[in-house]
């Protein structure tokens, strides 16, 4: 039985998704155990913030846009505030959810399941309806390389925003690595200090990425904070507020 109140909180970053965002929010709402939508509007140029909010959700905005990693942070900050005003047991599990997925949302109940129970301290999303993308997976490899050599696991989709985990879970990985690097770092943090990941197949679709330039110049941002949130955790390097891996 879920606990009353709800005992879920969906934070989606969100930077230019005014076209999806409203359907991503209301996906969302629908989900069991979720009482608190957040979205970050992390500097957005359009009306991704009007949307968020219109659809129900509670919204932060960045002024200007800091990165993925930041924009988690503030969505969980914001959530953790609103509990500090209330009377609660237990945190809120906490839902990472893109902006792009819109109606597909509603699918992402089953994340939940395995830290709902306690066999997980996180889950990611391995997406059963593959969507296929512009780039050339160099991303993907270079995250996907990373995590084995840093952990002895390869995650199947490493750079899936899609995932749920406990707060402990969260608090025990901060701060994320900048940027797109989160996810990378995310991973690599909790199974270092033995947590339990597991992935879960869903059936969410994000919007396809295209050729353009635009596009390109986005895989070479993901790529070099992918590659920084390495680098910065090879053994005998001190993650900001941690003790150096060994």
């Given at each position: ?27 969302a ?11 970050i ?8 913030a ?12 960045h ?80 995250s996907?390389?990373?995590i ?12 899936n ?26 991973t ?21 990425t ?37």
């Amino acid at each position: 039985m879920l606990p009353r109140g709800g005992d879920l909180a969906v934070i989606i970053p969100a930077k230019n998704e005014a076209e999806r965002i409203a359907a991503t929010v209301k996906g969302a709402a629908a989900l069991p155990g979720v009482d608190i939508v957040m979205v970050i509007d992390d500097g957005s140029a359009d009306g991704t913030a009007a949307e968020a909010q219109a659809a129900g959700a509670a919204v932060m905005r960045h002024p200007r846009n800091r990165g993925k990693g930041a924009a988690m942070e503030t969505g969980a900050e914001a959530v953790r505030l609103l509990e500090a005003g209330q009377d609660r047991a237990t945190p809120r599990h906490l839902l990472f959810l893109d902006g792009d997925l819109g109606e597909t949302a509603a699918m992402a109940g089953p994340l939940a399941e395995p830290v709902r129970v306690g066999r997980a301290d996180m889950t990611i999303a391995v997406f059963s309806n593959r969507v296929r993308r512009g780039g050339h997976g160099f991303v993907v490899a270079l995250s996907g390389s990373g995590i084995m050599r840093a952990t002895g696991w390869r995650p199947a989709q490493p750079l899936n925003g899609q995932r749920c985990l406990t707060r402990a879970a969260f608090e025990a990985a901060t701060p994320l690595a900048p940027g797109w690097g989160a996810e990378t770092g995310l991973t690599i943090d909790l199974l270092r200090q033995g947590m339990r990941v597991v992935e879960v197949e869903v059936p969410l679709e994000h919007r396809a990425t295209g050729r353009d330039w635009r596009s390109q110049l986005h895989r070479a941002r993901q790529f070099a904070d992918v590659a920084r949130a390495l680098a910065s955790r090879q053994p005998g390097t001190r993650r900001p507020g941690s003790r150096a891996y060994r």
